[in-house]
C-alpha cells in the first residue's frame, strides 16, 4: 500500500527504529553482515520471483490459506461478540513459525549461506526451522536452553528427526533469552557462511521488519476472508504476545483500519505482584538486548531478569519493538493472562469448539473469555489461534495433576 | 598529554581486561593494583551483565560469578573511584553491554564516568549506526568512547568505526567471541597495516591473546595488546587470593609486550 503521513504502517525508518524502539545494537563483528541482509532484503521485496516462490511453499507446503473459523459454541459460552478464530495452528508443523522460516530460508539461500542457525523456546520455532532445513537440504543448529530441552522432549525429537542438531544451553536459567545469547555466539564465530533464522519480530533491524512481513500473511489473509465471509472487518483483534511475531503478523495489515481495535496479550505467569512473569510491557520498562531497544523486564541497573511463563514460547523478557511503538502511540492494547487464566481458557476451547490450542494463545483466548461478554452479539472479534496444543499435554496434564 | 596518549607514547602497551566484581568487588580492587604492578599500562574494568553475547565460556563465568556476588554497578564506579586515587597516571577503562550503561541515561553514565576517574568506555553493542545512544554524552564528559574493528570491518567501514572515537582503536582479531583461538599472527599483521593507514589513534590488538609469546609476536607490529580471559582465568582458580598469580602473569606478560621491539 501506498504510504501516507498518517499511516501505522510505514515503520521502520531508514536506520530500523520504531519510533525510538528498533535499532542495530550488535557487536561490530555483526555489523556488515546485517548491513548485507538488509540490501538483500530489500532486493528480494522488490523481486517478483521471490514473492512467487515464497506464496507457492506457502499454498503447497505450509497449506496455507488457513482457515478463517467462526466458534459457535464458544460465542454463546461468552454470550457476547461472535468469536472468529484464525486457524494458524492448522500449518504444516503446527504453528504461524512456519511462515517466517519460509521466507528466512529463502533469503539464506538467496545470500549463499550454507549453514542455518536458530534459537528456541518452546521447540515450535525449532522444529520449523529444522523443517525447512530438511526441505532445502541445508545443515541446521537448534539453540534451545537446557530447562526447555527437558520440558519440550517431543519437540527436541522431531528437531532430531528432521536432521537438526539441538544444543542445549546451560548458561543462565537455560530457557529462550540463554539459547539466543548462544545462537549470537555462534553467528558471531561464523559469519562466513551462517544464516542466523530468528524466530520472533525482534533482534537487530531487518529482522523484527522482515519477521512481520513474513508473518503479514495472517492478517492479509484474514482481513480478506473477514471482508468476504460478513462484508465488514473486525471489531477487535487478539493475539498473544512473547516476542510478538504472531500478533504483529495479524495485527500490520489492519493497522489503518481506524475502526479496528487491537489487543495483545502478555503472559503474566504467577501474577504481576513478583517477578514471576513474562510481561515486558506490563512490568518492564525501555531497554537494550538482543540487538534491538525495547521493553525488557530488568532491574533498576539494567541487569535483565528471567521470564517465567507456563507457556515456554512466551518465556522471553522482552518484546518486538515495533510492539513497543505501538504501545506508546497507543494503536494497541496490550493486557496480560496469568497461567491460570491461560490453563482454563485452554480447557475451555478444548471443550466447547473440539480444538486443543497451544498454551500460546491460550492466553488470547483468556483475554476473549474477558472481553467478549462486554461486546455487542452483532461485534465481532478475531482472535489468533497460532499454534496447536499436541506438544503442551504432557506439561498441561502435569499442571491439572494427572499421571499420563 | 591524556593519560591515554602518555600510555602509548612509551612504546607498545599492555592492556589488561578483568571483570569488575569478580569474585567480589573487594577483590577487584586488589587484583587491580597487581594490575599495574604487574605493568599493565591501561586497564579495562569489565561491568557484569547478565547477558554477555559477546563472551566465551571464561567471561561469561566471570559476569555470573560478580553478579553473584551482588555487584552493581555503584559497586562498579566505586572499583573504579578507589582505583584512581591509588593510580593517577594509568588509564581506566570501563568494557560492557549497553544495557546497564544507558539504563539511568547515558548523561548520568557519562557524569559517573568522569566523577570517578574513567577514561574511556567500550560498549560492545553499540555501533556506529546507534553512537547517538551513548557517544555524544560521553564525548561531552570528555570520556572517550572506544570503538571495535573486527575482520569484517572492511575499509569502507573503517572512517565510519574511526569518526567519533578515541583513546585507542580496539581491533578484535577474530570474528567470535572472547578467550577462543587466537587469530594467524599474518593475518593481524595486515589488519593492523591496514588499520594504520586510516587511524590516528593507537590500534590495540586482542581477543586470544594469551601467553607472553603471543603478546610479543602482537607488540612488534601493534601499539598495544590486550589480554584478557587468561587473566579471568587466574581469578576463577585462584577467587580472593588471585591478586597475586595476577600480579605474576601480568610481569611476564609486560615484560614481553616492553621488550618487543
Same mark, same amino acid.
Given at each position: 500500500?501506498?504510504?501516507?503521513?498518517?499511516?501505522?504502517?510505514?515503520?521502520p525508518?531508514?536506520?530500523g527504529h520504531f519510533g525510538q524502539f528498533g535499532g542495530r545494537y550488535?557487536?561490530?563483528?555483526?555489523?556488515?553482515?546485517?548491513?548485507? /541482509? *538488509?540490501?538483500?532484503?530489500?532486493?528480494?521485496?522488490?523481486?517478483?520471483?521471490?514473492?512467487? *516462490?515464497?506464496?507457492?511453499?506457502?499454498?503447497?507446503?505450509?497449506?496455507?490459506?488457513?482457515? $478463517?473459523?467462526?466458534?459457535?459454541?464458544?460465542?454463546?459460552? $461468552?454470550?457476547?461478540? &461472535?468469536?472468529?478464530?484464525?486457524?494458524?495452528? $492448522?500449518?504444516?508443523?503446527?504453528?504461524?513459525?512456519?511462515?517466517?522460516?519460509?521466507?528466512?530460508?529463502?533469503?539464506?539461500? !538467496?545470500?549463499?549461506?550454507?549453514?542455518?542457525?536458530?534459537?528456541?523456546?518452546?521447540?515450535?520455532?525449532?522444529?520449523?526451522?529444522?523443517?525447512?532445513?530438511?526441505?532445502?537440504?541445508?545443515?541446521?543448529?537448534?539453540?534451545?536452553?537446557? =530447562?526447555?530441552?527437558?520440558?519440550?522432549?517431543?519437540?527436541?525429537? !522431531?528437531?532430531?528427526? /528432521?536432521?537438526?542438531?539441538?544444543?542445549?544451553?546451560?548458561?543462565?536459567? @537455560? =530457557?529462550?533469552?540463554?539459547?539466543?545469547?548462544?545462537?549470537? !555466539?555462534?553467528?558471531?564465530?561464523?559469519?562466513?557462511?551462517?544464516?542466523?533464522?530468528?524466530?520472533t519480530a525482534a533482534g537487530p533491524h531487518?529482522y523484527p521488519?522482515?519477521?512481520?512481513?513474513?508473518?503479514?500473511?495472517?492478517?492479509?489473509?484474514?482481513?480478506?476472508?473477514?471482508?468476504?465471509?460478513?462484508?465488514?472487518?473486525?471489531?477487535?483483534?487478539?493475539?498473544?504476545i512473547g516476542g510478538g511475531?504472531?500478533?504483529i @503478523?495479524?495485527?500490520?495489515?489492519?493497522?489503518?483500519?481506524?475502526?479496528?481495535?487491537?489487543?495483545?496479550?502478555e503472559?503474566?505467569?504467577? @501474577?504481576?505482584?513478583?517477578? &514471576?512473569?513474562?510481561?515486558s510491557l506490563?512490568?518492564g520498562r525501555p531497554g537494550i538486548l538482543h540487538g534491538n531497544k525495547t521493553y525488557l523486564l530488568q532491574?533498576?541497573?539494567? &541487569?535483565i531478569?528471567?521470564?517465567?511463563?507456563?507457556?515456554?514460547?512466551?518465556?522471553y523478557p522482552g518484546i518486538g519493538p515495533e510492539h513497543a511503538w505501538l504501545k506508546e502511540?497507543?494503536?494497541?492494547?496490550y493486557?496480560?493472562? =496469568?497461567?491460570?487464566?491461560?490453563?482454563?481458557?485452554?480447557?475451555?476451547?478444548? !471443550?466447547?469448539?473440539?480444538?486443543?490450542?497451544?498454551?500460546?494463545?491460550?492466553?488470547?483466548?483468556?483475554?476473549?473469555?474477558?472481553?467478549?461478554?462486554?461486546?455487542?452479539?452483532?461485534?465481532?472479534? $478475531?482472535?489468533?489461534?497460532?499454534?496447536?496444543?499436541?506438544?503442551?499435554?504432557?506439561?498441561?496434564? *502435569?499442571?491439572?495433576?494427572?499421571?499420563? | 598529554?591524556?593519560?591515554?596518549?602518555?600510555?602509548?607514547?612509551?612504546?607498545?602497551?599492555?592492556?589488561?581486561?578483568?571483570?569488575?566484581?569478580?569474585?567480589?568487588?573487594?577483590?577487584?580492587?586488589?587484583?587491580?593494583?597487581?594490575?599495574?604492578?604487574?605493568?599493565?599500562?591501561?586497564?579495562?574494568?569489565?561491568?557484569?551483565?547478565?547477558?554477555?553475547?559477546?563472551?566465551?565460556?571464561?567471561?561469561?563465568? +566471570?559476569?555470573?560469578?560478580?553478579?553473584? +556476588?551482588?555487584?552493581?554497578?555503584?559497586?562498579?564506579?566505586?572499583?573504579?573511584?578507589?582505583?584512581?586515587?591509588?593510580?593517577?597516571?594509568?588509564?581506566?577503562?570501563?568494557?560492557?553491554?549497553a544495557n546497564?550503561?544507558?539504563?539511568?541515561?547515558?548523561?548520568?553514565?557519562?557524569?559517573?564516568?568522569?566523577?570517578?576517574?574513567?577514561?574511556?568506555?567500550?560498549?560492545?553493542?553499540?555501533?556506529?549506526?546507534?553512537?547517538?545512544?551513548?557517544?555524544?554524552?560521553?564525548? +561531552?564528559?570528555?570520556?572517550?568512547?572506544?570503538?571495535?574493528?573486527?575482520?569484517?570491518?572492511?575499509?569502507?567501514?573503517?572512517?565510519?568505526?574511526?569518526?567519533?572515537?578515541?583513546?585507542?582503536?580496539?581491533?578484535?582479531?577474530?570474528?567470535?567471541?572472547?578467550?577462543?583461538?587466537?587469530?594467524?599472527?599474518?593475518?593481524?599483521?595486515?589488519?593492523?597495516?591496514?588499520?594504520?593507514?586510516?587511524?590516528?589513534?593507537?590500534?590495540?590488538?586482542?581477543?586470544?591473546?594469551?601467553?607472553?609469546?603471543?603478546?610479543?609476536?602482537?607488540?612488534?607490529?601493534?601499539?598495544?595488546?590486550?589480554?584478557?580471559?587468561?587473566?579471568?582465568?587466574?581469578?576463577?582458580?585462584?577467587?580472593?587470593?588471585?591478586?597475586?598469580?595476577?600480579?605474576?602473569?601480568?610481569?611476564?606478560?609486560?615484560?614481553?609486550?616492553?621488550? +618487543?621491539?
Amino acid at each position: 500500500m501506498t504510504a501516507t503521513a498518517n499511516s501505522y504502517r510505514t515503520q521502520p525508518d531508514e536506520r530500523g527504529h520504531f519510533g525510538q524502539f528498533g535499532g542495530r545494537y550488535v557487536a561490530e563483528t555483526l555489523m556488515p553482515l546485517i548491513l548485507d /541482509l *538488509e540490501k538483500e532484503y530489500t532486493a528480494a521485496k522488490a523481486d517478483p520471483a521471490f514473492k512467487a *516462490e515464497f506464496d507457492d511453499l506457502l499454498e503447497h507446503y505450509v497449506g496455507r490459506p488457513s482457515p $478463517l473459523y467462526f466458534a459457535p459454541r464458544l460465542t454463546e459460552e $461468552l454470550g457476547g461478540a &461472535q468469536v472468529w478464530f484464525k486457524r494458524d495452528e $492448522l500449518n504444516h508443523t503446527g504453528a504461524h513459525k512456519i511462515n517466517n522460516c519460509i521466507g528466512q530460508i529463502l533469503l539464506a539461500m !538467496r545470500m549463499g549461506k550454507t549453514r542455518i542457525i536458530a534459537e528456541t523456546g518452546a521447540g515450535q520455532h525449532g522444529v520449523a526451522t529444522a523443517t525447512v532445513c530438511a526441505r532445502f537440504g541445508l545443515p541446521c543448529v537448534v539453540f534451545m536452553g537446557a =530447562t526447555d530441552v527437558e520440558r519440550q522432549k517431543p519437540n527436541v525429537f !522431531r528437531m532430531k528427526l /528432521l536432521g537438526a542438531e539441538v544444543r542445549p544451553v546451560t548458561a543462565g536459567a @537455560g =530457557t529462550l533469552k540463554d539459547a539466543m545469547n548462544e545462537a549470537l !555466539r555462534d553467528w558471531v564465530a561464523n559469519v562466513h557462511d551462517t544464516f542466523y533464522i530468528i524466530g520472533t519480530a525482534a533482534g537487530p533491524h531487518p529482522y523484527p521488519e522482515l519477521v512481520r512481513d513474513f508473518q503479514s500473511v495472517i492478517g492479509k489473509e484474514a482481513r480478506a476472508q473477514m471482508l468476504a465471509r460478513t462484508g465488514k472487518l473486525p471489531d477487535l483483534l487478539v493475539a498473544a504476545i512473547g516476542g510478538g511475531s504472531n500478533a504483529i @503478523g495479524l495485527f500490520h495489515p489492519f493497522l489503518d483500519d481506524s475502526s479496528v481495535r487491537m489487543l495483545g496479550v502478555e503472559a503474566a505467569g504467577y @501474577g504481576l505482584d513478583g517477578d &514471576q512473569h513474562a510481561a515486558s510491557l506490563a512490568g518492564g520498562r525501555p531497554g537494550i538486548l538482543h540487538g534491538n531497544k525495547t521493553y525488557l523486564l530488568q532491574d533498576a541497573d539494567g &541487569q535483565i531478569v528471567e521470564g517465567h511463563s507456563i507457556s515456554a514460547g512466551l518465556d522471553y523478557p522482552g518484546i518486538g519493538p515495533e510492539h513497543a511503538w505501538l504501545k506508546e502511540i497507543g494503536r494497541v492494547d496490550y493486557t496480560y493472562a =496469568t497461567d491460570q487464566e491461560a490453563l482454563d481458557a485452554f480447557q475451555l476451547l478444548c !471443550r466447547t469448539e473440539g480444538i486443543i490450542p497451544a498454551l500460546e494463545p491460550s492466553h488470547a483466548i483468556a483475554a476473549v473469555k474477558k472481553v467478549a461478554p462486554s461486546m455487542g452479539k452483532d461485534q465481532i472479534i $478475531l482472535a489468533n489461534l497460532c499454534g496447536r496444543g499436541d506438544k503442551d499435554i504432557f506439561s498441561v496434564a *502435569e499442571h491439572l495433576g494427572v499421571d499420563l | 598529554m591524556s593519560r591515554f596518549e602518555a600510555a602509548f607514547a612509551k612504546g607498545p602497551a599492555l592492556v589488561t581486561f578483568v571483570t569488575g566484581g569478580d569474585p567480589t568487588p573487594e577483590t577487584t580492587i586488589s587484583i587491580l593494583d597487581a594490575l599495574v604492578d604487574g605493568g599493565a599500562d591501561v586497564i579495562e574494568l569489565g561491568m557484569p551483565f547478565t547477558d554477555p553475547m559477546a563472551d566465551g565460556p571464561a567471561i561469561q563465568a +566471570a559476569n555470573i560469578r560478580s553478579l553473584g +556476588a551482588g555487584t552493581t554497578t555503584a559497586d562498579i564506579f566505586h572499583i573504579a573511584a578507589r582505583f584512581r586515587e591509588k593510580h593517577s597516571n594509568t588509564p581506566l577503562v570501563l568494557m560492557g553491554y549497553a544495557n546497564p550503561m544507558v539504563t539511568r541515561g547515558a548523561d548520568w553514565f557519562a557524569a559517573q564516568c568522569r566523577k570517578a576517574g574513567v577514561d574511556g568506555v567500550i560498549c560492545v553493542d553499540i555501533p556506529p549506526e546507534e553512537d547517538a545512544e551513548l557517544g555524544p554524552a560521553l564525548r +561531552a564528559a570528555g570520556v572517550a568512547l572506544i570503538r571495535l574493528a573486527t575482520p569484517t570491518t572492511d575499509a569502507a567501514r573503517l572512517p565510519a568505526v574511526l569518526d567519533g572515537s578515541s583513546g585507542f582503536l580496539y581491533y578484535v582479531s577474530v570474528a567470535g567471541i572472547t578467550g577462543m583461538q587466537q587469530a594467524a599472527q599474518t593475518s593481524i599483521e595486515e589488519a593492523v597495516a591496514r588499520l594504520k593507514a586510516q587511524a590516528t589513534i593507537p590500534v590495540a590488538v586482542g581477543f586470544g591473546v594469551r601467553t607472553p609469546e603471543q603478546a610479543a609476536a602482537i607488540a612488534r607490529v601493534a601499539d598495544g595488546v590486550v589480554v584478557g580471559s587468561a587473566l579471568v582465568d587466574l581469578v576463577a582458580q585462584h577467587g580472593t587470593a588471585a591478586a597475586a598469580p595476577v600480579r605474576e602473569l601480568t610481569a611476564a606478560l609486560a615484560a614481553a609486550v616492553h621488550g +618487543a621491539r
